[in-house]
């Protein structure tokens, strides 16, 4: 019978230390690495003292030596671990996986998703993910290269010209052993570890394998009570549970590398224990290395290195599959058969993809977003009015609300940071930059705006390197645990939304108000009113304020001074409120609206109102167009057809009797094109010209609205902003319910009025 301790010969203790002493380790390492709680049994070791054989054998494994040639008379019955001795190992795959396959079924197979009941199965929701293989924040870029680029351009990861090309999560992990895969908050991380069980599970995915999935804050905190933080003791305890009881199995699968080894959450882990987890999980990798290793954890928690590991990145959903996802969602989740699931799936794409949504349509990239969008929508059929709500709940979820939903404890950032102010903080560091027109900041910068808020908290420490070293580390937790704030490229961070650097902004604006004199805080706002990269901040302060009318009241004010000492404009603002009342144009869409998409064609993106408003208007620039068409046409027959088919569209759905009898009669004097060449282009000599102007005094007649203007360029830049303006204005009155209905009216009936006429509608009212 085998003996059950050995002991090391003279030769084999020199052999022994030789490596040990290449190693470079200590005697403590050394346990460590052979989980031992305490190093006696390695001194006993190299003093050639007995000890209990599968720790003898354990340590030559360690140190790399074959433990029969460092032994004192080893016995020849116990088994050498070669392939020849171990049992058939694909029957022991296929054994392990039948024992663990409900296991893994049930850790695995589903997800819990915010605001629903009932667990969802995994496959019926999931999307399968894109991955980045160059990480953004890892590339070195100036500052000067982010500036750059527009706030169009500005999205969740994507940069512009740094944008790097994303392959499916499948081909990111089939070329590599070991890797780390990276994510912001709720890109869905534990989902795709998941699907990679599942898979392995039904032999879709590294059939040849085990799946084993670990939640490495549940190892973490199970570790610690026992004061031993070794994987392969708490893989044995996860196998107990499925009737596995040998260790040997499980060692025996490890060797031979059949172990598909999915460790989640890093960054879940608490400070006290990190170190600890990071030293097992490379030990564990070295040492069975020909398994499948697959961890994740945000991209803030990075810093720490996983030797051995390649990171890569999740990538953000693109529009393919946002749709994908939307189409799952809306059938998992709406049985009602009154409302057709594919059919509101399709309304919430359609809707989504308004050009009033596009600052939705940039925050919904991940899947945690994505889902909140599709709740709310299904529940709502819209998305929040105002945005700021759908933002606000975002910002819920990153605060707090996800970890809490999930069980996540977080290490504290700052004693006495408490929630409120850390959205003070937030709000503070958004408004400086964007004010600033910085949607990048260097890392030193932005640490120097936490300074200068912990700086005026209570008790706060006045010495420079003490608050330092602290708007480090609150930095640090904003990005790892909230993703607020994101590394874009080495040592440039922005905040990962656009939209939420815009919220903060205006959450700022707002909060201020309501601790100085409103006026003041709002007029600094208004001092913004004609840049465009404005126009969100004031769309999200009207929505947010609880009462708007002084807003926009100064808006008001703001927008007729920037037409009101130009002597020029305020007599073409009067026209064309005199011609407007003739023609009964709404208030709202004055024909000032008309004029500028007529004689301003390269504003008319600027000026869409019209056409929603006014069928007046839309009549006016059909008329104009006629007329257009009809003075340039040459001896080509073609052109003539044009204007036929113009002039029978303008009649068919006119009014006016007596303009439409001119209009016909001038359509019969158009020449046939079927006539000959000769006399088609006879009639063009003698009477086209002719016939034009009968055209346009027809029009004129009739119509009563005919007066050239003449506009600088400057004039032109005055009135584009005027109009843009007023726009603004519109959509602040919509987005706030709660303006004084009196202040709402007014308003509205003084929009693009001259200024004669607004004072005089003051004096009336």
């Not at 699907?195 to 040849?208: M, P, R, T």
């Not at 929508?377 to 933002?391: I, K, N, R, V």
């Not at 009649?651 to 009898?661: A, G, P, S, W």
């Not at 009196?742 to 509205?748: L, M, N, P, S, T």
Request: with cysteine.
């Amino acid at each position: 019978m085998a003996k059950r301790s050995l002991y090391a010969s003279p030769v084999g203790i020199k052999q022994a230390k030789t490596a040990f002493s290449r190693k470079g380790w200590t005697q403590e390492n050394l346990a460590f690495e052979v989980n031992l709680k305490t190093r006696q049994p390695i001194w006993r070791f190299f003093t050639g003292q007995p000890i209990e054989r599968y720790i003898f054998i354990e340590i030559c494994s360690v140190l790399e030596l074959n433990w029969r040639e460092i032994a004192e008379n080893p016995p020849d019955e116990i088994p050498e671990f070669n392939e020849k001795s171990l049992p058939n190992i694909d029957l022991l795959v296929q054994q392990v996986r039948s024992q663990r396959q409900d296991k893994i079924q049930d850790q695995c197979g589903t997800v819990k998703l915010l605001d629903i009941n009932c667990p969802v199965k995994l496959e019926k929701i999931y999307i399968e993910l894109n991955i980045l293989q160059e990480i953004p924040s890892q590339q070195w870029l100036e500052l000067a290269d982010l500036q750059n680029l527009t706030p169009q351009e500005f999205n969740y990861l994507s940069l512009g010209e740094i944008s790097q090309k994303s392959v499916s999560g499948f081909k990111a992990i089939e070329d590599h052993a070991k890797i780390r895969i990276l994510g912001n908050p709720g890109a869905g991380k534990t989902t795709f570890l998941q699907h990679l069980a599942i898979q392995c599970n039904q032999g879709k995915f590294a059939a040849n394998r085990v799946p084993i999935f670990i939640a490495l804050k549940d190892f973490a905190e199970e570790s610690q009570k026992r004061d031993e933080f070794s994987l392969l003791n708490y893989i044995h305890s996860e196998f107990l549970a499925s009737g596995i009881v040998e260790l040997s199995a499980i060692e025996n699968l490890l060797r031979e590398g059949r172990i598909l080894l999915l460790l989640d959450g890093l960054d879940e882990v608490l400070n006290i224990n990190i170190n600890n987890v990071y030293h097992e999980i490379y030990r564990f990798s070295e040492k069975y290395y020909k398994n499948l290793f697959i961890t994740t954890c945000r991209t803030a928690g990075k810093t720490l290195n996983l030797k051995g590991f390649i990171d890569v990145e999740i990538a953000p959903f693109i529009s393919e599959q946002i749709v994908a996802f939307a189409q799952k969602w809306f059938a998992e989740f709406i049985k009602n058969p009154i409302n057709d699931s594919h059919k509101q799936a399709v309304q919430f794409i359609n809707t989504l993809d308004l050009p009033q949504n596009l600052r939705l349509r940039q925050l919904i990239v991940t899947p945690l977003f994505l889902h909140l969008a599709c709740w709310i929508f299904a529940h709502q059929g819209q998305f929040p009015c105002p945005e700021s709500e759908f933002y606000k709940q975002c910002l819920d979820l990153l605060l707090g609300k996800w970890d809490e939903i999930r069980g996540i404890q977080r290490d504290e950032v700052s004693k006495g940071l408490l929630l409120p102010q850390k959205l003070r903080l937030l709000s503070q560091i958004a408004a400086t930059t964007f004010e600033q027109g910085e949607y990048f900041f260097e890392k030193r910068k932005i640490e120097r705006y936490i300074e200068d808020y912990l700086s005026d908290l209570p008790d706060s420490s006045t010495e420079p390197e003490e608050l330092q070293l602290e708007s480090e580390e609150i930095l640090k937790a904003i990005a790892l645990q909230n993703g607020l704030l994101t590394e874009r490229v080495r040592g440039i961070f922005s905040f990962s939304y656009l939209a939420f650097q815009e919220y903060f902004t205006a959450r700022k604006i707002v909060t201020n108000s309501h601790l100085q004199t409103l006026e003041n805080t709002l007029e600094e706002l208004i001092s913004h009113i004609t840049e465009p990269r404005w126009r969100e901040i004031f769309l999200l302060t009207a929505a947010m304020l609880r009462k708007a009318d002084k807003l926009v009241q100064l808006m008001k004010q703001k927008i007729d001074d920037l037409v009101a000492l130009d002597p020029y404009l305020q007599e073409f603002l009067i026209w064309a409120n005199q011609t407007s009342l003739a023609l009964l144009s709404p208030t709202l869409v004055n024909y000032t609206t008309y004029w500028m998409l007529i004689h301003l064609p390269d504003l008319a993106p600027y000026f869409i109102l019209a056409y929603t408003f006014n069928q007046e208007i839309v009549l006016e620039l059909v008329l104009d167009s006629l007329v257009s068409k009809c003075s340039f046409f040459n001896t080509d027959s073609t052109n003539v057809h044009l204007c036929n088919d113009l002039m029978t569209n303008t009649l068919t759905d006119m009014e006016d009797v007596h303009l439409k009898q001119c209009l016909s009669e001038l359509k019969n004097q158009l020449p046939d094109p079927s006539q000959g060449k000769a006399q088609f282009y006879a009639w063009c000599q003698a009477h086209h010209f002719a016939w034009t102007e009968q055209l346009k005094a027809a029009i004129a007649l009739h119509r009563q609205i005919q007066r050239q203007w003449s506009f600088t360029p400057k004039q032109k830049q005055i009135l584009q902003r005027y109009y843009e303006a007023n726009q603004l204005l519109i959509d602040c009155l919509n987005s706030n319910y709660e303006i004084t209905i009196a202040v709402r009216q007014k308003i509205e009936n003084s929009l693009l009025l001259p200024q004669k006429e607004w004072e005089k509608s003051l004096i009336n009212n």
